[in-house]
């Protein structure tokens, strides 16, 4: 049973060089929401199994978990890094689908600055939608013998008792927000970074720098006055 069931997932994205970074996410569930994900009531599993950790592992996560039955709330936490947006993109599509949650990023460099925007949209209203309109999980409800507006109500009473926490990082920028499963409307936040190419431009400044020094150095030898003339004669010849 879901009723009073209780999860907070946090998830920040970290912006780090152009369109790469890092994905850090974490599911926190107390006692009643770790026994529904578990089964507890019908055929027991431990949260490994039920997350399925290592296909996780697999798609190149990072993945922690601490399966309590103690009382304490039980804790799934997922690390991955990304080269780019698509790379983002299929991180994020194991956490949701994407009509649920999705990225968008635009990186933009030119001769001085280095350009960065990173905006997440969510919709947690499809989520709710994909339980409650999905022809599988009606087959799958009839069959239990479950009467759907009892399934609904446990949806619903999920949806409203789960938070999600996003947060983006993008250089010194930082955005956080915060999304309620029962909220019907897309959400999206966004991080800019602009900054200048610091060391594209060092790099030039020594360059300069050093052919300036050159012409210097080159310019001083051509008018440094000579001891000897290549054309003097040695002394006593004729």
Known sequence: MLGGCKAQSDLTITLQDKSSGTVNFSLELDEPAASAVRSDSFNSRNL?????????????????????KNGDPSIVELKAEFENENQLKNILAYLAPREVLDVKM???????????????????????????????????????GIEFSEFEDLINEAMSSTTLNVKLISGS?????????????????????????????????????????????????????????????????K
């Open 48 to 68: 490994v199994q039920a997350f399925d950790t290592k296909e996780l592992e697999d798609a190149g996560f990072k993945v922690k978990v601490s399966d309590n």
């Open 106 to 144: 635009i990186s933009n460099s030119s001769l001085m600055r280095d350009a960065q925007e990173l905006t997440v949209e969510i919709d947690v209203s499809k989520l709710r939608k994909s339980y409650l309109e999905n022809d599988d999980v009606k087959k799958a409800i009839e069959e239990s």
């Open 173 to 237: 920028e930082m955005k956080s927000g915060q999304v309620k499963g029962d909220q019907t409307t897309k959400e999206s936040l966004s991080v800019e970074n602009n900054s200048l190419r610091t060391r594209y431009l060092l790099s030039m400044g020594f360059a300069i720098l050093a052919i300036a020094l050159g012409i210097a150095l080159f310019w001083r030898v051509r008018r440094t006055p000579r001891l000897l003339s290549t054309n003097r004669k040695d002394v006593g010849e």
